[in-house]
């Protein structure tokens, strides 16, 4: 983007953000200002509620000026008469203020007139010589009526030429254009400050993107740990419930065989009792008998035989009994150590599926906790996106808010500046150039120099001396498009036809809009309409400025040209003013040409970081 500005004042060139702001050198001691053989009596009476009385009487060898303003609570009028050449400038004062909407126009009779309700809310009559102004306060808002008063005392300033009233509105100027300097550079800066917001704003955000995506991996590594963990334990307590029940069926079969190997040996030992308790009683019985008989005796004795015999028989058949015992018990044992297995090989198979059912349920959990951040987290990092947004564009409205206002004070100070400047203010940066040694002109040229200014200027102060019988050593100079001024006063069309011939006569083109102010052999020359690009671009093409140097500094002062401090040849500063007059540039003293970067500057260096002349920004 290309920023122009043609500057007519001082500005202070910030050079860490690019901005430009008013310097306040020294204050020089006041140039000579031209006067003319009039006479003035002022005459203001101020009444106790604030209303008050103006008039003002000339007289001259020429003509008469009279103003008479009053303004009291309900109206504010205003009768003024003055001399003809001044109409022009009056006309179209009024023109700019008022507009043409409830304007009646008869030959050179302006009159504007704006109804009311019951009454006329102002009205204001033009003629050749005569300006009448009346504002029914009481019908007006606050607003019309600081315009209309305003516009009272521009025309009263114009009709008196009142130099005082110049510097006033010059000072206006120079306090429009540091305002509008300061809007600018805090549009600048909230302009930096709402991208550096919106920068820290987008950290925060991918900070706090990190810290949940952070957060997220510590609970998922968190809850995997858990079922890890929860699946270890569930293991180990299969294992130990599985370990449990074989010691428990090792027990029971154990129990089951040494109570089988008791009651074995019970019965053993109660067949073998048994037997020797009957073998004992035929014994006794078989002694006893034998006593008695011997039959009986040999009874007796068959009948311990088959006592034994059967005891033998009982012995075994408690034997087999047992063993049978035995058997089943150690069957009931190998069944129950079965069952155990079985029952631990299904715990431990429960556990496992269990186990896997934890584990999906902990993977579906931890996803769904996955999401669930990653959804908090989009949202939290969509609405501080918002909120940066928000202040972004806060901060930008607020920026272009204030930028708007810049533009509008720069408006209302380079509008103040040029009606200072058409009735003869001169800005401090300018009386500061005139006391400095560097502007100092010499006042001799050869053609070989191509410098077309010194014979111009010797004709201009021959003319101003002849026709405008003015002060030479103090000369305020404005050709612009709306006229010429000197000293505040603006020539007439047959003044300027001759104005213009003049440079026409000297320079390329009679267009060639240019300030020129002198302080006895100082002086300043500030062009208008240049294109510097294209400038540059044709200097830089011949060589005289290397664009593979950061910062080139031509110094054009007409008698010769000097790049970065070296005097460049006689044929060198022929080609610079050459090419200098192709594009309407009026080489001076002290005036010089820079090229930092893609920025250009064409006038005159004040102090450090002050410059007045023509800038060209490219962001």
Known sequence: MKTFIFITVSFLLQCTISLFAQQAPKAPKPPKTSKTAVAVTPNITIVSNGNYNYSINTSSDQENISISISNSNDTYSMKARFQQEKYEEIKNLLINELGNNNLTINNSIYKWVVPASGDEIYT????????RIHLNKEEAASSLIKKIINLGDVAKSIIANDSK????????????????????????????????QAKRAMVQAEKTAERARAQAERAAKHAELQARQEAERRAHLAQLQAKRAMIDHERTAEHARMQAERVAKHAELQARQEAERVAHLARLQAKQAMIDREKIAEKAEQMA??????????????????????????????????????????????????IREQEIIRKEELERIRKDVEEQLQRNIEQLKINAENIQKKIEKDAARLEEEAKRLEKESIRLEKEAHHKGGISTSAKTLLNTPKTLYKGTSTNDTNWKWPALQQELLTYLTTHHKSDTNDINLIYDTSGVYINGQQLSPVQKNKFVSIIKKHLSSQKKYFSFYKNNN???????????EKLTKELTEKGFIDSAVKENTLEINGYNTYKNGVQMTNEENRTINTILQKYNVIPAPGKTMRVISKNLYLGYKIGDNGFMGTIVINK
């Open 124 to 131: 204001v009559h033009l003629s050749d010589k005569k300006l």
């Open 165 to 196: 009233d110049a510097d006033r509105i010059q000072r206006e100027a120079d306090r429009a254009r540091r305002r509008a300097d300061q809007m600018k550079q805090e549009a600048e800066r909230m302009a930096h400050l709402a991208q550096l």
């Open 305 to 354: 035989i088959e006592a034994q015999e059967h005891a033998e028989h009982v012995a075994a058949d408690v034997r087999a009994h047992a063993e049978e015992i035995a058997r089943h018990a150690e069957e009931q044992a190998r069944r129950h150590q079965e069952q155990i297995q079985q029952n631990a090989e299904e715990a431990i198979r429960n556990a496992e599926k269990n």
């Open 522 to 532: 100082n002086i300043i020359i500030i062009n208008e309409g240049i294109s510097l």
